[in-house]
């Protein structure tokens, strides 16, 4: 099995091509990039003016709660099977709108939720400082509150990613676009070194990705608090796992 | 092909039936196919349990020494943790093929992957409530005579008790989720409704499934807390 991967994998023909493996992975990197902004664009804004005012608090927590129970699996083939349909979308291939809503609603928990309690975490004597020295609400939130919260929601950003990554393999089993089709065509059809070999490329650019946004993270990650961090007691995760 | 084929004859012993699941009113919501096929139901979610509570088990075994160890042996703890956080970034659905290698296409494979997700939560959530464990309470077990291993078992995890459950809480939640996609392998509990009900555009087995998952979710939430509730009485007495 290992070998019929390796040769898979090595094989050229494989890779180009309109169903080969570097179309399929373009596929869905914009996928899943698009689900991203479109998240960080429209959720993250709300989320983070929730936790400067200090409402809906209970609505942002526990939409992580929520949307850890829900499969995506279930959601993926709802959307398809049901209200959207598996229509191409453009470059988004086929079911593409119905994996993009089903990413988006699974980018949604981890940033809504990280983006407020990133928020509310800032120091209130930091807050009541900047408040005293004569800030308004808005200065305070752009130069006090948003840099200090800058990691927690990178972190939030990060766990999105993941999870938006995993959704869009999972895509495949409804018939979506995406890596995933080398998987479960090489699944479906006994041949298992196909299968394994997209499972090895899906998980090679997950850990790809993950290290990208750990750079980005550590980025805005003020220098004094890098080092503190780790020898800090592990934070319990907030985000889904997939 | 025998999926297909079994597919055939499923659709076309639907279309002769005049209920509201058949293949021309083919309705979302359809009580005479939660009926008529209630075996079905009930195998999947049986099914579905049971690889659910395999993998959480599974993962609770090796969560709790792998926790002890990473907080005596501080060399190992990043370690440790960063390679129960490194499976969770691997896409389910590729977990499984890579761990198929092992144990090839059988329930196993599947239990094995799901325990391996639990792990980031587990690990996390079992050493942060042991290293919250406060000095005094350790030192004056030590001082009344408690050798380490009777401070483990009978001070520190009761202590530590309220964040592994958490833990475990959200570990069951999302494993639930999670083994959907074990269809892959065909041993996904009620994933595998879903995978035939969207290869033959069968709405009511679709959102059977999907009711059925999620309520499972919920209930075994509803069981952690209770049983948390029955063996922590000492959180109740301070009436926090």
């Known amino acids: ?242 | 092909m025998t999926v297909l084929a079994q597919a055939g004859t499923t659709v076309a012993a639907a279309a002769d039936d005049p209920s509201c699941y058949s293949r021309l009113t083919n309705h979302w919501v359809c009580l005479s196919y939660w009926q008529d096929r209630s075996t079905d139901l009930i195998d999947a979610t049986q099914q579905h349990l049971q690889i659910t509570v395999l993998s959480v088990t599974l993962g609770l075994v090796l969560a709790l020494p792998l926790s002890v160890i990473a907080r005596r042996f501080t060399r190992l703890k990043v370690a440790i943790l960063g390679l129960s956080t490194a499976f969770y970034t691997i896409p389910s659905i590729a977990l499984f093929p890579i761990l198929v290698v092992f144990t090839g296409i059988t329930m196993t494979t599947v239990v094995i992957g799901l325990a391996l997700y639990t792990l980031t939560i587990l690990v996390r959530n079992t050493l942060t409530g042991l290293e919250a464990v406060p000095d005094d309470v350790r030192e004056s077990a030590t001082g009344l005579g408690y050798g380490s291993t009777r401070l483990l078992l009978k001070i520190e995890f009761p202590l530590a008790l309220p964040v592994i459950m958490a833990g475990l809480r959200v570990a069951t939640v999302s494993t639930v989720a999670l083994t959907t996609v074990g269809s892959l392998l065909s041993y996904g509990g009620l994933g595998e409704l879903l995978l035939d009900g969207v290869q033959n555009d069968f709405k009511a087995e679709i959102f059977a499934a999907s009711v059925l998952c999620v309520a499972l979710a919920l209930s075994l939430d509803v069981l952690l807390l209770a049983a948390q509730w029955l063996m922590t009485p000492w959180t109740r007495a301070r009436g926090a």
Do not use: C
């Open chain 1, 1 to 242: 099995m290992l070998g019929d991967a390796y040769t898979y994998l090595t094989q050229w023909s494989n890779w180009t091509g309109s169903d080969g493996m570097l179309q399929l992975m373009f596929e869905q990197l914009l996928l899943t990039f698009t689900a991203l902004a479109i998240t960080v664009v429209f959720a993250l804004p709300i989320a983070l003016y929730l936790g400067h005012i200090g409402r809906g608090g209970f609505l942002a927590i526990n939409i992580s709660n929520i949307g850890r129970a829900i499969p995506t699996f279930a959601v993926l083939v709802l959307l398809s099977v049901g209200f959207v349909g598996t229509a191409e979308l453009g470059p988004y291939g086929r079911a593409g709108l119905a994996t993009l809503i089903a990413l988006v609603l699974f980018a949604l928990p981890p940033v809504v939720t990280n983006g407020y309690v990133a928020i509310r975490e800032v120091d209130k004597d930091i807050v009541e400082a900047s408040t005293g020295m004569g800030m308004t609400g808005r200065q305070v939130f752009w130069r006090v509150e948003l840099p200090l919260a800058m990691p927690v929601i990178m972190a939030g950003v990060r766990l999105a990613l993941v999870q938006v990554w995993a959704t869009a393999t999972i895509a495949a089993l409804v018939a979506g676009p995406g890596l995933g089709n080398v998987i479960t065509s090489g699944f479906y059809n006994s041949n298992y070194g196909k299968g394994l070999a997209g499972a090895f490329v899906v998980a090679v650019v997950a850990f790809a990705l993950e290290m990208l946004t750990f750079g980005a993270e550590r980025a805005v990650t003020p220098v004094h608090q890098r080092r503190s961090r780790r020898s800090e007691a592990p934070r319990p995760t907030v985000g889904a796992v997939m």
